[in-house]
């Protein structure tokens, strides 16, 4: 039988990045709220976790790629929140958003999760970022546990 990888919500002795940016930051500090919860839930202290502030989302790519880049973090959480009444260009800055996140992790090879909170309204956005609709922080810090903890078990072999 060959092996089943699959990881748990453990990240013990590990680093984790969190990337978040000040534009709405209404939302995006209830964003990280939720990932600091749900990491502190899962027994990651708050020592293992560093905090980085970006301008707005367009910024959050490249401050994933330097965090990712240092080798010291076991995964990057991206926190951001695009509403697109703010903004024409709200579809290209959530396309290049988005295409940058994936992009960084498939390069860095460090899980780099997409903690993006994308609205058409400002009732949307509420509803993400910890009312209706859960906590998409929450859920991200979720997501990098389970692939620190794949990796950890993919590089133990
Ligand atoms: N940045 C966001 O994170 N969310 C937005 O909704 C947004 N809007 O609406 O424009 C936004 N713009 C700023 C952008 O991410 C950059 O910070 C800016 O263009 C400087 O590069």
Redesign the pocket.
């Known amino acids: 039988m060959g092996k089943h990888y699959e990881g748990r919500f453990d990240a013990r002795g590990q680093r984790i990045a969190i990337v978040a940016?000040r534009?709405?930051d209404l939302f995006t500090r209830e964003l990280l709220d939720g990932a600091q919860d749900c990491l502190r839930r899962h027994g990651v202290g708050d020592d293992q976790v560093d905090t980085c502030w970006v301008?707005?989302?367009?910024?959050i790519p490249l401050a994933a790629k330097r965090l990712a880049g240092t080798g010291r973090y076991a995964a990057v959480i991206c926190l951001?929140?695009?509403?697109q009444g703010?903004?024409p260009h709200?579809h290209l800055?959530s396309s290049e958003v988005t295409k940058g996140i994936a992009q960084v992790g498939l390069e860095s090879a460090v899980p780099v999760i997409y903690g993006i909170v994308t609205a058409e309204t400002l009732d949307q956005a509420i509803e993400r970022a910890g009312t209706k609709a859960g906590n998409r922080g929450f859920d991200a810090a979720l997501t990098a546990l389970e692939m620190i903890d794949l990796f950890a078990g993919i590089d133990q072999g």
């Open positions: 940016s534009f709405n301008p707005g989302g367009f910024e951001g929140c695009l509403i703010d903004t709200f800055v």
